[in-house]
T-cell receptor, first 119, second 111 residues
Framework: DARVTQTPRHKVTEMGQEVTMRCQPI?????VFWYRQTMMQGLELLAY????????DSGMPKDRFSAEMPDATLATLKIQPSEPRDSAVYFC?????????????????FGPGTRLLVL | RKEVEQDPGPFNVPEGATVAFNCTYS??????FFWYRQDCRKEPKLLMS???SGNEDGRFTAQLNRASQYISLLIRDSKLSDSATYLC????????????FGQGTTLQVKP
């Protein structure tokens, strides 16, 4: 049963510290997404990649957040320096974009999330 | 105006009841539609896709009205295990596969 994995599952850190979250997408999926979820804002798309190339990171605070895909099996989201307002659940999702007449993502599979608390 | 809007609820219903959720979307170019389910402190999971002709999966029925730009989800004979947040999701054609998530509607089924 293929699934998206994320590490760490929980992270508590102090303001100003660097936080790195990792995601392993489902093998064969060509699109990877990073989301942030809070009670107030719901699910927000931060960035996403197609075939490891960044397609859109407009939802991400550029000054402190960075997202990369060093290889097809690893996506990372980094916050440096972290702030208390970054406290949220960060989800990674992967999917396979259909190529052809019907362009679009069939579905996305989410990882279990990283619960981040910045004190 | 949000691209995808849902009534956040909560909807509190007794077991066995029928409950319906609606969702509206603003972009008329939207092409694909989904309902996701999210349990407390868990990740969202695909519940069902929504097709133009409407589709049914057991106790769940999804319908799409393109003219009015809304999507609905009907749950019949609700179970305690149906308690969750239901997310309406839209994919705009040409938007490179980016899904737009609604805020979710919370359902609480009571014994």
């Amino acid at each position: 049963d293929a699934r998206v994995t994320q590490t760490p599952r929980h992270k508590v850190t102090e303001m100003g510290q660097e936080v790195t979250m990792r995601c392993q997408p489902i093998l064969g999926h060509n699109t990877v997404f990073w989301y942030r979820q809070t009670m107030m804002q719901g699910l927000e798309l931060l960035a996403y990649f197609r075939n490891r190339a960044p397609l859109d990171d407009s939802g991400m605070p550029k000054d402190r957040f960075s997202a990369e895909m060093p290889d097809a099996t690893l996506a990372t989201l980094k916050i440096q320096p972290s702030e208390p307002r970054d406290s949220a659940v960060y989800f990674c999702a992967s999917g396979l974009v259909a190529v052809g007449l019907r362009e679009g993502l069939e579905t996305q599979y989410f990882g279990p999330g990283t619960r981040l608390l910045v004190l | 105006r949000k691209e995808v809007e849902q009534d956040p609820g909560p909807f509190n219903v007794p077991e066995g009841a029928t409950v319906a959720f609606n969702c509206t979307y603003s972009n008329s170019a939207s092409q694909s539609f989904f309902w996701y389910r999210q349990d407390c402190r868990k990740e969202p999971k695909l519940l069902m896709s929504v097709y133009s002709s409407g589709n049914e999966d057991g106790r769940f029925t999804a319908q799409l009205n393109r003219a009015s730009q809304y999507i609905s989800l009907l749950i019949r004979d609700s179970k305690l295990s149906d308690s969750a947040t239901y997310l309406c999701v839209v994919n705009v054609l040409g938007n490179t596969g980016k899904l737009i998530f609604g805020q979710g509607t919370t359902l609480q089924v009571k014994p």
